[in-house]
């Protein structure tokens, strides 16, 4: 038995008054995600994302133990098929679909896919010529919610492509998209501290289930560190209260959020966004620091 495994350790505290209102929207989950969010503290957080993997198991129900094992990076890799010539195939996350000896788990083939792959593949045969089929994208409750314990989010992009295989196709992928980051550029944070506290705990009630755990987004719904929104408190309540991008997908929460609510998250978001810019230069100093030192 062939299994796609997560290793995602969590930890559970009990809900506050907030998770505990039930609301008609919202994460109704009865937990209190805020004081399990990522904190802003670079150790803990990289421990944190350490402990977060992957694995392909191969597993004997009959002797009852696991033949082998393939460790992944990061969760949330493909559904598996597997084929009469003892092969198991598996698209991953970080954007590679491989081949595997299903007897010993050894790596025989691995293509770059430019995206996620989630889904299982299947085979079929035309003209007696056997084909593979899989579909390439981000997504998932991982994916959107995971926020920095993805270590993909904003590295792996979201391309939804469906992909076909046939032993001796001659055919390629379109070229890969571009990769250049968007520069994170976030208003000067003003926010007092009880509006940023009071803003991340509601930013995990009302936001995080679809922009990322402490505002870091997975690349599959907008970041919200990045928006324009953020510069203008009428414009970014216009958008959490009034609907106005219903259309695309942004509910409208005036049922559980006020003007002084929804101004908490947007001073906890850009509070947020200034902490995480702070930490790229501070990684870019040291990156630079260690290059001089090599090359001298």
Known sequence: VYIPANQVPSIYVPPGAE?????????????????IALPEDPEVMRAAIATIKGQLVAYDPVAGEVRWTVDYPTPWNGGLLTTAGNLVFQGTMTGEFKAYNATTGEELWSMDTQSGVLAGA????????????????RGGAFAITAGSGDITARQVPNV????VLRIGASGVLPAAPDADAIALEPPE????????????????RYCMVCHGDAAVGGGVNPD????????????????VLEGALTENGMPDFSSVLNTARANAIRHYVIHKANWDLEQMRARREEEDESESESES
Do not use: C, K, W
Not at 19 to 35: L, S
């Open 19 to 35: 998770d505990e209102a039930r609301g008609d929207i919202g994460y109704n989950t009865g937990i209190n995600f805020r004081d």
């Open 122 to 137: 299947s085979t079929f045969m035309v003209d007696g010529v056997q084909h593979i089929a899989f579909t390439t994208g």
């Open 160 to 163: 939804p492509r469906l992909i």
């Open 189 to 204: 944070s003003t926010g007092t501290e009880q509006q940023i506290a009071l803003g991340r705990q509601l930013y995990t």
């Open 224 to 239: 919200l560190r990045f928006s324009g929104y953020l510069t203008n408190e009428d414009a970014f309540n216009q958008a």
